[in-house]
């Protein structure tokens, strides 16, 4: 089932039929997942437009993708949800999607939330849709066993969730 992210009235009528915004709780679950994304970007700025990057004159500033798409609050969120994702995953053996799915639900991502888990050769991959209050964050996730790759992603402001290329 396709999560949709919804703007405007009618809440209640979103709720009944399934459909939450990702900004408010409809059920325990969704209240502890929302408890638990406020709990990992606690210390990063509080969500705001994007702004871009300054330049540096060593490098060019990137034009795209998550440093320039995501503003503050999210770039600093993904970088503390790859932490601990990568952390608790690294270890896995044998990383089955099943084995996957249950390390990401004991940190607090709830299944309507997790998208694309599927064995893909000897990894694992997935896609978690992060965003919250207006945000755009989503991560994407490679684990195999020898390899883990845990990378913000940018995800539509509005609509359904896609995953992320």
Not at 87 to 95: H, I
Request: glycine residues 10%; proline residues 8%; negative net charge.
């Amino acid at each position: 089932m396709a999560l949709l992210v919804l703007v405007g009235c009618g809440t209640q009528q979103q709720e009944a039929a399934g459909v939450r915004d990702g900004s408010s709780a409809g059920t325990a679950a969704d209240g502890a997942f929302t408890a638990m994304l406020d709990e990992v970007a606690r210390p990063c700025p509080a969500p705001g437009p994007v702004e871009k990057p300054p330049g540096d004159a060593a490098a060019p500033a990137p034009t795209a993708g998550p440093e320039v798409e995501l503003n503050a609050h999210d770039w600093c969120a993904s970088a503390r949800h790859e932490e601990r994702i990568t952390r608790e995953v690294w270890e896995l053996a044998d990383p089955t999607p099943a084995k996957v799915r249950k390390v990401l639900n004991d940190l607090g991502y709830i299944d309507e939330r997790i998208h694309g888990l599927r064995r893909s050769g000897a990894a694992t991959t997935f896609a978690l849709d992060l965003r919250d209050k207006g945000g755009r964050l989503c991560v994407n996730g490679s684990v195999d066993g020898d390899k883990t790759l845990v990378e913000a992603c940018v995800a539509p402001s509005k609509g359904p969730f896609s995953l992320a290329k």
